[in-house]
């Protein structure tokens, strides 16, 4: 069967599926954002836990990315080089993620789509880190054709 990623040229295959992968991931992450960010509102209403609602979010959704990452973006089997380039490539995203969420909060733009901006903007950063770790090998050529 051939997918609609698998019908494009090789250059464009990865980016989009880790567009693909991206959205997922910001979907899920953003969501599991919102709920704690209200669950913690509720709960604690002169508490300031945006933060801590954007780490619970980042952590649950990391883990599912990276198989994602590994067997549709890039095609990959997960190994202990692609793992580890994916943690490093999650923390920098994280830094990056954490600056941008302070930096928005900071312009006084509300909590909900200063989450949302910093998962977009780190997202597309991180494409261009994690690719380097799973690059697959140029293929063989036989020598007598």
Known sequence: ??????????PYRSAVRFTIVGTTGTLIQYAWYWLFLTLFTHLWPDTETTTLAFIIGFVLEMASNYCLTAYYTFKSR????????????????????????????????????????AIIIAGIINYFIVKLFFKQPAPKHDENG
Do not use: C, H, I, Y
């Not at 051939?2 to 040229?9: D, P, S």
């Open 1 to 10: 069967m051939q997918t609609f990623t698998n019908k494009l040229k090789e």
């Open 78 to 117: 997960p190994n202990w080089k692609n793992f580890s380039g994916f943690l490093s490539g999650r923390a920098v995203n994280f830094l990056l993620q954490m600056l941008l969420l302070q930096v928005l909060l900071m312009v006084q733009m509300s909590d909900k789509l200063a989450g949302l901006l």
